[in-house]
């Protein structure tokens, strides 16, 4: 074996270590439970404004706090009681094999701007 294959190999089995040491690391983190959110602590709700700008609805205990995200940090904007929040219903999340299953049974035709938009809302007030 000639020195620049003796270096391959070389570079090759420690950058295979490397990564199975990470995905040991990772999976042993994951296990013990680092990263995941405890106590009182929930995201009701996001609204992305543009690429680098969000509002979010984060609750802490019974309140609500209305944050803005943008490139400058975040900004706390308002808060509610959760009581408040409630009432409204929330939007079903639907998988993305709901909406290729949706996109695949419908017609091969392209839609009219009207019923691009009826499909758009929600079934409750869909219009005749």
Known sequence: MTSYSGYLLETIVTLLA?????????????????????????????LSLDARRAIYLVEVADRIFVLGASEAGITKLGEVGAS????????????????????????????????????????????P
């Open 84 to 127: 408040e929040l409630a009432a409204v219903p929330a939007e079903p999340i639907r998988s993305f094999a709901d909406i290729l299953t949706r996109t695949f049974a419908r017609e091969r035709r392209p839609l009219s701007v009207r019923e691009a938009h009826r499909e758009s809302l929600p079934e409750k007030t869909k219009e």
């Open 18 to 46: 490397v990564c199975a040491l990470a995905v040991a690391v990772l999976w042993a983190a994951r296990r013990v439970g680092l990263g995941r959110p405890t106590g009182p602590l929930e995201l009701r709700g996001r």
